[in-house]
């Protein structure tokens, strides 16, 4: 369905003027927004200056048309001129052009349907649609007659009129544009806020669960660590049980001969061990209460310590074991030291596999490290196994006895990483050698 309700002709600059009225006039009485209203208008004067500009005269035609139900706005605007030969070049949007090129590019993006046609020598024909919105006035035939009569004693038209006309309403819809700006602006503002609040919330929940994290690491590795010291009492304490158990022995034999002279200074030799067993109990469990940084320090004669650590152990009588006398003193956490110390020295006894065997300590500073040496002429220990010993509960299953839980030596690993040295075994055929360091800055004669 069409409807024709006004034909300009297009000859000059008023005529043009004239197009650009009439589209706003249409535009309005159509229901169509302002912003829209310009829009179209000046895509109708873009393709009738051109008209005027390269052909000098032509038409044009505003119609309401009816496509599949919605209701258009049309401006049909004809020229008889020669034609334009490369129209697709006109057409391409990835274009820029000046002159007739740039009115057809700007028209196109003006209106909601665009169409042309152009044959040689046989003018062009352009298609300007605008939709009019579904709440638009009533359009009737009646309405559009009324239309046609309202522009016929309307022909007359003073340019500089329209031309303030035209710019009061560019005026009008600059300040609406200015309002629409200053509203955008302000609600930039607010999601900006709203950005930082939610970036500071993002923050505080990332900084929470990384803290959550933390104190969930901190709660597993003390859950080992009291996971290994229920196990360091039973096998830091089993050599001074098994010399009490020795002693109450020797007692019983001493009761069944008679020999009672003979169980004074064996008892005080059992209430000497059960001290020093107490003492070391309290230790662990100081230890255990307690985080490294929390234990307290005090003076340490590392010569004296292994006197007292030996003095614990089951050694036999053909085992010797060399303590040199310059060893350092130390301000440092003595339980550290004791387990150490008591772990290897106790392990090179019981996996010798010889009758007699020898055990030498040494100490030298290497760096901003003391590095203790434990040696002995035992079996020796597989390269390939040298890695796996420092496990938790690994335990190798040849030249080890079935008491060996395999803890030991994982926790010397860990007491000398928390002190910020390491240890390590070296051994290739008989005998072994182990090697810890410990912080130099502890040295204090």
């Known amino acids: 369905m069409q409807r024709s309700i006004a034909k300009i002709n297009i000859s000059n600059e008023l005529d043009v003027v004239l197009a650009y009225k009439r589209a706003m006039q249409l535009a309005e009485r159509c229901g169509i927004a302002l912003a829209n209203q310009t829009k179209f208008a000046t895509a109708v004067s873009e393709i009738c200056r051109n008209v005027v500009e390269f052909v000098g005269e032509g038409s044009i035609q505003f119609n309401i048309t009816d496509d599949y139900g919605l209701l258009y706005l049309e401006a049909y605007i004809a020229d008889r001129g020669r ?32 169409s042309i046609e152009s044959e040689d020598e046989k003018g062009t024909r352009v298609k300007l649609k605008k939709r ?59 999601i900006k806020r709203l950005n930082l609040e939610l970036l500071s919330s993002n923050e505080e929940v990332t900084t929470l669960l990384a803290e959550r994290e ?3 690491d901190l709660l597993q590795r ?52 059960t001290d020093r067993m107490d003492n070391l109990i309290l ?39 060399e303590i040199p006398e310059n060893l350092p003193t130390l301000y440092t956490e003595e339980i550290f030291l004791r387990q150490i110390f008591n772990n290897l ?14 055990i030498r300590i040494g100490c030298e500073a290497e760096g901003k490290f003391l590095r203790f040496m434990v040696a002995d ?19 190798l299953g040849s030249g080890l006895t079935s008491e060996n839980t395999g803890l030991g030596l994982s926790i010397i690993k860990k007491i000398t990483e928390e002190k910020g040295g390491a240890i390590w075994v070296e051994s290739s055929g008989r005998g072994s050698q182990f090697y810890f360091t410990w912080p130099l800055s502890e040295v204090i004669a």
């Open 83 to 114: 034609g334009i030969g490369n129209l697709d070049l006109y057409l391409d949007p990835g274009n820029t052009f000046s002159g007739r090129g740039m009115g057809i590019s700007n028209a196109r993006k003006l209106v909601d349907s665009f």
């Open 214 to 216: 933390a104190k969930n």
């Open 345 to 358: 020295i106790n392990n090179a006894i019981k996996h010798h596999d010889l009758a007699k065997g020898s």
């Open 283 to 321: 230790d662990i469990l100081s230890y255990s209460l307690a985080g490294k940084n929390k234990l307290p320090k005090k003076e340490v004669q590392v010569q004296s310590l292994l006197y007292e650590v030996t003095s614990f152990l089951n050694i036999p009588d053909n085992f010797e074991i």
């Open 377 to 395: 002429d035992g079996p020796g220990i597989n390269p390939k196994n040298q890695g796996i010993i420092f496990r938790q509960f690994e335990a």
């Open 222 to 273: 003390k859950n080992q660590e009291l996971d290994a010291f229920a196990h360091i009492v039973s096998h830091d304490l089993r050599s001074p049980l098994q010399n009490i158990k020795g002693l109450a022995m020797l007692l019983e034999a001493y009761l069944k001969m008679g020999a009672i002279e003979e169980i004074p200074p064996v008892l005080n030799l059992v209430v000497n061990q």
């Open 132 to 190: 009019i919105p579904a709440n638009h006035p009533i359009i009737s035939k009646a309405v559009i007659d009324n239309w046609v009569e309202d522009f016929a004693q309307d022909s007359e038209i003073s340019p500089y009129a329209e031309i303030k006309d035209q710019n009061m309403k560019l005026i009008h819809l600059l300040e609406e544009l200015r309002v629409k700006n200053l509203e955008t602006e302000s609600q930039l503002h607010e």
